[in-house]
Nanobody, 124 residues
Framework: QVQLVESGGGLVQAGGSLRLSCAASGRTFSSYAMGWFRQAPGKERELVAAISYSGGRTYYTDSVKGRVTISRDNAKNTVYLQMNSLKPEDTAVYYC?????????????????WGQGTQVTVSS
C-alpha cells in the first residue's frame, strides 16, 4: 500500500508561481509512475502532468505546456509540480496519483493510489 500526501497549494495572484509536492510512503515509490491531476468546480478531473518511474518520460496536457514542470526525487520519495505563470483557470484541487506499472498514463485508470488533494486558487 502506498500513501500519498500533497502539500504546497494555496492562494496566488495571476502570473505567480507555486510548487506542489507529493510525499509517498513505502519502498516501491521508485517503481511507480506519478501523475498530477486537477479538478475544478463543476468539471471533470483531468490529468495535468505525469512522469515515468525513472523520470525519463513526461507528459503535459496542452493547457499547461511551457508553464508547468513535473519532476521526482526517488531518494526522497517525492514528486513535484512546479507551476509558473499561473492563470485563474488553473484554480482547482490538485491530486497526486501513483501507478504501479511505472509507465506514463493519461487516464485515471492508469493510477492505483491517490492523495487527498491540495487546493490551488489563482486570483485575477
Amino acid at each position: 500500500q502506498v500513501q500519498l500526501v500533497e502539500s504546497g497549494g494555496g492562494l496566488v495572484q495571476a502570473g505567480g508561481s507555486l510548487r506542489l509536492s507529493c510525499a509517498a510512503s513505502g519502498r516501491t515509490f521508485s517503481s511507480y509512475a506519478m501523475g498530477w491531476f486537477r479538478q475544478a468546480p463543476g468539471k471533470e478531473r483531468e490529468l495535468v502532468a505525469a512522469i515515468s518511474y525513472s523520470g525519463g518520460r513526461t507528459y503535459y496536457t496542452d493547457s499547461v505546456k511551457g508553464r508547468v514542470t513535473i519532476s521526482r526525487d526517488n531518494a526522497k520519495n517525492t514528486v513535484y509540480l512546479q507551476m509558473n505563470s499561473l492563470k485563474p483557470e488553473d484554480t482547482a484541487v490538485y491530486y497526486c496519483a501513483g501507478g504501479r506499472y511505472g509507465t506514463v498514463s493519461s487516464s485515471e485508470g492508469g493510477y492505483d493510489y491517490w492523495g487527498q488533494g491540495t487546493q490551488v486558487t489563482v486570483s485575477s
